[in-house]
């Protein structure tokens, strides 16, 4: 990445701290970067198209900062991530249209729970239908626990209630992987 896109991208994460993604006008970035508005426009079609590229952008840094398969320590590292930026996430989820959010929330996600899946099956293979089924389901619900961490302000502990649900689930993946595997329906 060159330097003028990292200084703008750099700005946008520091007006992002600062005030609600609605308020950051081009104006704003460019008077930041110390940079005119066409060299913004060279790099970014306008401030829509910044907001993927840094959620974009967030989303690799989450998924290449996972060292380890390993669901616990993954959900851990999302959320110290997310807790590093939450002014920015905050005002990204209160100001702005959620899709791009959505999308990064989404992706990062689905690597975790179908990391933790194919891992959960790797000894006991399942029926595809049903392992779409199952990574479908464990991914919406933990976008939703961060939806409803994020509504709620960032304000509880989520690495305490990601360790919590974590233990009153457990088995419960184990289980649905041998209803399947047996061909249970009960």
């Known amino acids: 990445m060159d330097r003028t896109k990292a200084a703008i991208i750099e ?18 970035l460019v008077e930041r ?3 005119n508005r066409n060299t913004f426009y060279y790099h970014f079609n306008g401030i829509p198209d910044l907001v993927e590229y840094q959620m974009t952008m ?9 060292e380890e398969p390993n669901l616990e320590q993954e959900i851990r590292e999302v959320v110290t991530y997310l807790t590093q930026k939450k002014k920015a996430i905050l005002h990204a989820y209160r100001y702005y249209p959620r899709e791009q959010l959505l999308l990064m929330l989404d ?3 689905l690597y975790v729970v179908d990391g933790e899946i194919a891992r959960a099956t790797e000894q006991t293979p399942i029926d595809e239908e049903d392992r779409t089924i199952l990574v479908r389901f464990y991914k919406s619900a933990l976008v939703g626990v961060m939806l409803d961490w ?3 302000g ?3 502990d989520m690495n305490v209630m990601a360790e919590r649900l974590y233990q009153l689930m457990k088995g419960s993946t184990q289980r649905a992987i041998e209803k399947s595997r047996r061909g249970n329906n009960e």
Do not use: H, W
């Open 11 to 28: 700005a946008f994460q520091q007006l992002l701290e600062e005030t609600p993604i609605n308020k950051i006008t081009v104006k704003s």
């Open 154 to 156: 960032m304000r509880y």
């Open 150 to 152: 994020m509504e709620n």
């Open 33 to 35: 970067c110390g940079i």
């Open 107 to 109: 992706r990062v996600a």
């Open 58 to 66: 967030m989303a690799d840094q989450l998924l290449d900062s996972f």
